[in-house]
Structure formats: C-alpha cells, structure tokens
C-alpha cells in the first residue's frame, strides 16, 4: 500500500518557522521525485518544492524562494520541508506527492501519488 504521511504541521505566528516531514512507504522512494504542494480554499493549488530523485536537484515556487527549504533522507524514505519566515500568505494544506519527475508537482496537479495533507495557519 502507497503512503504518503505528513506531519509537522499546526499554527504558527508570522515571522515564525515550522518543518514538514512526510514519511514514505508503499513504492521505491529513490526512483520518485518527491515534493510539496499546497491549496487554500478558493485558490488554486500552488507547487512550493520538489527535489528529483536523479541528480538532487530541488525546485521551488517563487512565493516561497528563498524562505522554505527541502531536504530528503533516502534512508529513511522521508522528505521534509524547512519553512521560516512564514506569513499568512503561507497558510494552507500543505500535500506530499512522489511522481517520475518534478514538473507537475510544481504545477499541482496529476501527480502519481500524493498524501492526505497538513494544515498549516500562519496567524498576523
């Protein structure tokens, strides 16, 4: 069975950081490129970062470079994303998702696999 398991999530003044991890399981991590994406209600689904499984390269939106960082441990098939400087503009569910390559998770949709989500609320 596929599992994508985000944790890490909850609220958060602005200015302030929180990490998002998502624990992988259910398929060969190494062989998906796995990122985050995210949606507010009213709004489409915004990429914020993936990082390939090929070469490491990592990807982010431009809302977010700069501010968030990403990170995967293969060997605990686990990707986890550094937020700081987080404002409200930042509050949203935040989805884990694994695909061959990054490009439609930077746009937000069609992905392979992807988790049940995280709230994430940055309060003013």
């Known amino acids: 069975e596929v599992q994508l398991v985000e944790s890490g999530g909850g609220l958060v003044q602005a200015g302030g950081s929180l990490r998002l991890s998502c624990a992988v399981s259910g398929f060969t991590f190494d062989d998906y490129a796995i990122g985050w994406f995210r949606q507010t209600p009213g709004k489409a689904r915004e990429g914020v970062s993936c990082?390939?499984?090929?070469?490491?390269?990592?990807y982010y939106g431009d809302s977010v470079k700069g501010r968030f960082t990403m990170s995967r441990d293969n060997a605990k098939n686990t990707v986890y994303l550094q937020m700081n400087s987080l404002n409200t503009e930042d509050t949203a569910v935040y989805y884990c998702?694994?695909?061959?390559?990054?490009?439609?998770?930077?746009?937000?949709?069609?992905?392979?696999?992807w988790g049940k989500g995280i709230l994430v609320t940055v309060s003013s």
């Open positions: 998702s694994a695909d061959d390559d990054c490009l439609r998770t930077m746009e937000g949709y069609g992905m392979t696999y």
């Open positions: 990082i390939r499984s090929s070469d490491g390269i990592t």
